[in-house]
């Protein structure tokens, strides 16, 4: 008996990933390379530092507010819902429920879509279009790795972006920007350990400066970043 040759609408099945194989898979899709347009998004943070609330000085606590009383928080709480989610398109409903600007609902729906487009294409598996962290977890759900693990990753890659956002904008250094990175690290592991046991009563921010700044970010006459 011969084993028919899979056909363009026929994907075989896939073995069950390893450990070390769904690390590389999971820094493949949080690579910069990966086609979400991440580097166009600055979550207002272009705003605060043109008007100079955000310094090379004040860089770092900017971030560690992102990360725990902010869009950092709320995304890592509504990525690991979706990790263990069974009806994504509610949970996609929370998410763009939960954003307070146009550009922060824009900036999130258009890298998730394009996050699961390409997730589609490279699996062979249909992809609704989702708020970015729903599509990630969702895109993660099997991964045989912890989610705090899942989580941690998703939102080092959150923060590199916001950090690339400054280097490019402020005089703030590659090196630099590393340095404050890694000196993040041990907050972004706290808080995805927090977020991966967190329900939906914990989507909730307190990051009103921030907010601010993504609402006046939208009448910028010039900028560089979309939100």
Known sequence: MT???PTATTIPPCPPITTEAARLHLAQILSPAFPVGGFAWSQGLEWAMDQGAVTRATLPAWLAD????GAGWCDAVLAALSLRATDHAALDDLARAACLTAQRLAETVEQGTAFAATVAALTGQPQSPAALPVAFGRACAALPLPHAEIIAAFLQAQAAALISAAVRFMPLGAVEGQRMLAALQPAILAAAARAAMATADDLAGAAWGADI?????ETMPVRIFRS
């Open 3 to 5: 084993t028919p040759l």
């Open 66 to 69: 992102w990360l725990d009383h």
């Open 213 to 217: 700044a993504a609402m006046r970010h």
